[in-house]
């Protein structure tokens, strides 16, 4: 990761501004925030996963970035305010 990269999250991280991401953990599926190593949550599933960052994004209206089981995000969804 960049130096710009590296600032970029931790501007972010510990504010409404940080997003979610699902991705694999272990042999589960974690919620984390940018910017924070320990995750919001685990589950058993990436479903289960899904539905709990977008509860959390939509109550701080921000982002969900989906990962699959390689890591890569595949899909990302906004809760942002609307215009």
């Known amino acids: 990761m960049s130096r710009d990269q590296d600032r970029y999250f931790e501007d972010r991280a510990g ?8 991705v694999p953990h272990d042999d589960e599926w974690a ?3 940018e910017g924070e190593d320990k995750p919001v949550c685990t589950t058993n599933s990436q479903d289960e996963a899904i539905d709990e960052a977008k509860k959390r994004a939509k ?3 921000t982002m969900v970035y989906i990962h ?3 890591g890569q995000i595949e ?9």
């Open 75 to 83: 899909e990302q969804l906004d809760f942002g305010k609307e215009s």
């Open 59 to 61: 109550e701080t209206e």
């Open 31 to 33: 919620v984390k925030r």
């Open 15 to 22: 504010t409404n501004n940080a997003r979610y991401h699902v």
């Open 68 to 70: 699959n089981n390689r």
